[in-house]
């Protein structure tokens, strides 16, 4: 059974710009959630998804956010992009994101904002 | 809102011997998760022993135990028979058990973790 897969690994961009992150899902998994890692602040909660709505989202501002598709997919979206955006993207997923399951993460995309 | 707290950003440890990672958390809950995770370099958090707020006993998953003090609210990890492999950060995190579905978790900070052959 394959993994999360998250795509790209790594990207540039420069400030202003937008981006777009995608996770696929382990197959059969509907909850996904998406991850900040930085040095700084370690790792921040940014939203998580299950059958395509939004059920819990965390203390980013609106140029961060999120949907997910019919077949679970997802992708996050960042507008008019920071120097401080640059990071580590995780998205984790498990059948329905309940407490006591399992969460899978992926390896994550690598932004960096120049 | 819960904390996490990592104070040992980094420890080494001998090869085949035993070290502990500590953790300590803040929280009014009285029904939670306690998680340790592991991230090597390849980036990918995984899951390396898991605990139940409400189960006494601590867990253990073969070369990997914690300690749970819920009264104290400290969760440490000990490693025994370190392996090369474990080299990696270390996260020690909290969930809620909240209302069933969707609680985020909240991670410390990290902690490094070198392996000495």
């Known amino acids: 059974k394959a993994g999360v897969t998250q795509t790209p690994r790594y990207l540039i961009k420069t400030r202003g710009q937008q981006v777009t992150l995608s996770c696929s899902p382990i197959?059969?998994?509907?909850?996904v959630s998406w991850y900040q890692q930085t040095p700084g602040q370690g790792l921040q909660f940014l939203f998580e998804y299950f059958s395509e709505t939004q059920r819990n989202k965390g203390n980013f501002p609106g140029r961060f956010s999120g949907r997910q598709f019919s077949n679970s997919r997802s992708e996050m979206n960042v507008s008019t992009l920071e120097l401080g955006d640059s990071a580590l993207y995780l998205c984790?997923?498990?059948?329905?994101?309940?407490?006591?399951?399992?969460?899978?993460f992926g390896s994550g995309t690598q932004l960096s904002v120049l | 809102a819960q904390t996490v707290t990592q104070s040992q950003p980094e420890m080494s440890v001998q090869e085949a011997e035993t070290v502990t990672l500590s953790c300590t958390y803040d929280?009014?809950?009285?029904?939670?998760?306690l998680f340790w995770y592991k991230q090597p370099p390849s980036r990918q958090m995984i899951l390396v022993i898991r605990q139940e707020a409400y189960k006494q006993q601590n867990a253990t998953e073969n070369r990997f135990s914690v300690n749970f003090q819920k009264a104290a609210k400290s969760f440490s990890l000990k490693i025994s028979d370190s392996q090369l492999g474990d080299a990696a950060m270390y996260f020690c995190?909290?969930?809620?058990?909240?209302?069933?579905?969707?609680?985020?978790?909240?991670f410390g900070k990290g902690m490094k973790l070198t392996v000495n052959p």
């Open positions: 197959s059969g998994h509907r909850s």
């Open positions: 995190a909290y969930r809620s058990a909240g209302r069933g579905g969707s609680e985020k978790l909240v």
């Open positions: 929280t009014s809950e009285s029904d939670y998760y």
């Open positions: 984790a997923s498990s059948f329905s994101g309940t407490v006591n399951e399992k969460l899978f």
